[in-house]
């Protein structure tokens, strides 16, 4: 079973709010990922990152900032959530031994 | 053009058949293969990596044609509790590409 915790599980929040999609994995992983995924179709990288310090954009990441102070934390941030965003946000970190990404229980958000 | 693309099925078959699954991919530098099994509103799990040359875990067997850009799966013997979505991703780099996945369902 994956070491990795994403809070909150289920989420309704209004349009306009700031909220903050949290996410920790306890193996040491140096690389993870944020990926937003809708019903029935293809996980999208939002925003990836390589170690602490570092984060990168993905295809999908305009409406979102993520921070990496920590090896174990990679929150991400809405910072104006809109309807749009309603969706399932999975948070991964990748193991270079073994070359598995591991996923956390993901985060169902919905915009009102 | 999509990186990876996946027939999304889907597949309905009786237990015990055998069913495959193929996915192609757009990035011909590629490196890195697998497959992932997606539960009905769970997260995605690793089921297998992909090698050029081909590999098998029981009942699973996993195929790579690098001059085609293909990728399937094979699943013998089916199991009712085969029945999820199989997602292809490739990783010709920094990240991870996921195919929409193939939707299958195990009949009794």
């Known amino acids: 079973e994956a070491d990795i915790y994403q809070t909150p599980r289920y989420l309704v929040i209004g349009t306009g709010k700031k909220i903050t999609l949290e996410c920790s994995q306890t193996?040491?992983?140096?690389?993870m990922y944020w990926y937003q995924q809708d019903p029935g179709m293809e996980l999208h990288l939002i925003h990836y990152?390589?170690?602490?310090?570092?984060?990168e954009k993905g295809d999908l990441s305009s409406e979102s900032t993520v921070s990496r102070i920590r090896t174990e934390h990679f929150p991400l941030t809405l910072e104006s959530a809109r309807p749009s965003h309603t969706s399932q946000y999975l948070c991964?970190?990748?193991?270079?031994?073994?070359?598995?990404?591991?996923f956390g229980p993901g985060t169902r958000l919905t915009v009102t | 053009r999509k990186e990876v693309e996946q027939d999304p099925g889907p597949f309905n078959v009786p237990e015990g058949a055998t069913v495959a699954f193929n996915c192609t991919y757009s990035n011909s530098a590629s490196q890195s293969f697998f497959w992932y099994r997606q539960d009905c509103r769970k997260e995605p799990k690793l089921l297998m990596s992909?090698?050029?040359s081909g590999n098998e875990d029981g009942r699973f067997t996993a195929q790579l044609n690098r001059a085609s850009q293909y990728i399937s799966l094979l699943i013998r013997d089916s199991k009712l509790s085969d029945s999820a979505t199989y997602l292809c991703?490739?990783?010709?780099?920094?990240?991870?590409?996921f195919g929409t996945g193939t939707s299958l369902t195990v009949i009794p």
């Open positions: 193996m040491g992983h140096d690389k």
């Open positions: 992909v090698y050029s």
């Open positions: 991964a970190s990748f193991a270079d031994s073994s070359y598995e990404q591991y």
């Open positions: 990152s390589y170690g602490v310090n570092s984060t």
């Open positions: 991703v490739v990783n010709p780099g920094n990240q991870f590409y």
